[in-house]
């Protein structure tokens, strides 16, 4: 029987898990955004700031000091100002700084490769260690550049898991991380699809303001459209697109 909106929530994240494999285009093993340090330390200026500013945060950054030696022996000041695109550059700038002194101290050099040999609890753990570095970052960095079988979630996949029902609603994001991963096979390459694609939905479809549902394919079960406008009709369900068209736009990094 297809999902339901009454159906447990550990059904709707297999079902959705499904659906939007099929929607959007599938990640590979292969797939690799950038260096983990490049993932740890971007991703730490990413905080309520765009992809854009962000990039251009990271660029400014090693333009002006050439190196991480280089950020880390920055006046705190004038690292602030080369990433002033980002949130809140005057408490990003003293963080980064610290974690690279941090990493250089117990590593003796700048590099996160150890963690591929390491267990993923313990990875997990060193690294929220560190100053202002999450479960969202921690998370990123293990499973991107490590394949790790954990879950990221940030406000977008949050929003949707929240709508959908895959989660409860006054669930936090930092809840979300176990309560997501625990209904989902340790499957890193599956975790990278999941990870994505609702990232993606919440970027593209599931809006935090007017979401596009007449587009989601996930009206069928989603706690939200059900409570906006009732049970999907199939007229509504045989209009839903089948996968993501490109003529929408690109989809986000």
């Known amino acids: 029987m ?16 499904r659906i939007l494999q099929e929607f959007y285009p599938p990640l590979t093993q292969e797939t690799t955004r950038r260096s983990p340090m490049r993932e740890l330390i971007s991703t730490v200026l990413s905080h309520r700031t765009t992809h854009a500013d962000e990039e251009l945060a990271y660029d400014r950054m090693l333009e002006a000091f050439g190196d991480w ?6 006046p705190t000041q004038e690292l602030a100002h080369a990433i002033r695109t980002t949130r809140w550059p005057d408490t990003q700038a003293p963080r980064i700084q610290e974690i690279l002194r941090r990493i250089k101290a117990e590593r003796g050099e700048y590099n996160l490769d150890f963690l591929e040999e390491w267990p993923t609890e313990k990875g997990m753990q060193w690294l929220n260690d560190m100053p202002g570095i999450g479960l969202k970052t921690a998370s990123l960095v293990l499973l991107f550049n490590f394949r790790k079988p954990v879950l990221p979630v940030d406000t977008h996949v949050h929003r949707v898991a929240q709508r959908v029902g895959m989660i409860g609603p006054k669930a936090s994001v930092e809840k979300a991380h176990q309560v997501l991963l625990d209904q989902l096979p340790k499957d890193s390459l599956l975790l990278l699809n999941f990870h994505k694609h609702n990232y993606w939905h919440g970027q593209k479809i599931c809006f935090f303001t007017k979401p596009n549902c007449a587009r989601c394919p996930l009206k069928g079960f989603c706690n939200y459209y059900l409570e906006h406008y009732g049970p999907a009709t199939p007229e509504a369900l045989a209009a839903t697109p089948a996968c993501w068209d490109t003529a929408w736009g690109a989809l986000p990094h």
Do not use: F, S, W
């Open 2 to 17: 297809p999902t339901t909106y009454t159906a447990p929530a550990a059904e709707k994240t297999t079902e959705n898990q």
């Open 69 to 74: 030696e280089g950020v880390v022996n920055a």
